[in-house]
């Protein structure tokens, strides 16, 4: 926050993101400079920028099908064997007329947070398969950036809570 601030006072562009440093190529005091000093052609930056546009797109493609993937493969599965295990600790314990109330607390956490994982993830995966449509390497970029990667946190989020648990 501190540089954001200097960088502010200074006058200084600052980019919230990868995606959004990318249209700096393009702007007319970057394509003047390169012109200028004999580097790069408009075109040629126009052509690094949508180069950039889609390794981003690609790469974060990648990154949420992979999440979607060990969620579904992998952290569900485990989670979903550790909720039935504790489950079944519940109930030896009620026959013996011993309170569980820790288990008890345990269920209820491990349940509502497998619950909002699983929600990121149908989420996810719908807007994975939404970004399949979109056809400008720009507005893929920033749909990935805007809102597929908020939702890879989402998601990550309570996974992250769950393996602290199971």
Known sequence: VEWQEEAKRRGLPNAKSFVDAIEALTSDKTIEIFRRQNVLSKIELES?????????????NIEA??????????????????????A????KVKKCGINSYVQDNLLVKCTNLL???????????????EAK????????????NQRIVPKMAELRTPV???????
């Not at 690094?48 to 974060?60: D, F, G, L, P, Q």
């Not at 079944?88 to 109930?91: A, L, Y």
């Not at 619950?115 to 398969?129: I, P, R, S, Y």
């Open 160 to 166: 992250d809570k769950l393996e602290e648990i199971v």
């Open 115 to 129: 619950n909002e994982a699983a929600q990121a993830n149908e989420e996810l995966t719908k807007l994975v398969d």
């Open 133 to 144: 449509d979109i056809n400008s390497l720009q507005e893929k970029a920033f749909f990935f």
């Open 88 to 91: 079944d600790s519940i109930n």
């Open 65 to 86: 099908k992979t999440m979607i993937d060990m969620f579904n493969r992998q952290y569900q599965p485990a989670i979903i064997s550790y909720i039935t295990a504790l």
């Open 48 to 60: 690094r920028s949508e180069i950039h546009y889609e390794a981003y797109s690609k790469v974060t």
